[in-house]
């Protein structure tokens, strides 16, 4: 069965970077895109951006462009989120969300969620 | 950038029907996708691709969608229904740029 298992918790200051690991299991890792998601606490939900395991490709929101990176190791089947320049209202909980159709970005009939990491910052 | 707007705020009496709307430029072109969000879970797809409902999803929840505008119904409410719900799409620009709307609160009361 498909598995994304998170890093755990993490608490930053101000200014510093993070880095959240997505372990997948339970399919051919490079063949299913990878999305990350936040949701800070009491708000919606936001796309941050999408890697493509096969290749490392990647597509960024425009409002995190320069301050995110989205790697995968396909050795380890794990895809990492880093985001930089952290600032408290970074604080929420960050999950990948793999998507569902072959080789496709989008999410099609199911989609699988990791089980979220959430990220503190605060000095 | 791209938005997808919905109403903060829907409220039905149990066995009514609750209609949710998604507005978005793209929307004729692409296909809307619905989340629903209780409390302190992670969120779950309940309609993909406009109007399909993944298997599990019960079938009082359906999706249309009509030029600039998605709906997500949910016909006979039942209280379990009460939670936060997501339309989701993509811009639409060729560029892999997703965004999720802005998310309505369904009272069920």
């Known amino acids: 069965q498909v598995q994304l298992v998170q890093s755990g918790a993490e608490v930053k200051k101000p200014g510093a970077s993070v880095k959240v690991s997505c372990k997948a299991s339970?399919?051919?890792?490079?063949?299913?895109?990878m999305h990350w998601v936040r949701q800070a606490p009491g708000q919606g939900l936001e796309w941050m951006g999408i890697i493509n395991p096969s290749g490392g490709s990647t597509s960024y929101a425009q409002k995190f462009q320069g301050r995110v990176t989205m790697t995968r190791d396909t050795s380890t089947s794990t895809v990492y989120m880093e985001l930089s320049s952290l600032r408290s209202e970074d604080t929420a909980v960050y999950y990948c969300?793999?998507?569902?159709?072959?080789?496709?970005?989008?999410?099609?009939?199911?989609?699988?969620w990791g089980q979220g990491t959430l990220v503190t910052v605060f000095s | 950038s791209y938005e997808l707007t919905q109403p903060p705020s829907v409220s039905v009496s149990p066995g009514q029907t609750a209609r949710i709307t998604c507005s978005g430029d793209a929307l004729p072109k692409k296909y809307a996708y619905w989340y629903q969000q209780k409390s302190g879970q992670a969120p779950v797809l309940v309609i993909y691709?406009?109007?399909k409902r993944p298997s599990g999803i019960p079938e009082r929840f359906s999706g249309s969608s009509s030029g600039t505008m998605a709906t997500l119904t949910i016909s006979g409410a039942q209280v379990e229904d009460e939670a936060d719900y997501y339309c989701y799409s993509t811009d639409g620009s060729g560029n892999l740029n997703y965004v999720f709307g802005t998310g309505t609160k369904v009272t069920v009361l």
């Open positions: 969300v793999r998507a569902g159709l072959f080789n496709e970005p989008d999410i099609g009939e199911e989609d699988y």
């Open positions: 339970g399919y051919t890792f490079t063949n299913y895109y």
């Open positions: 691709e406009d109007s």
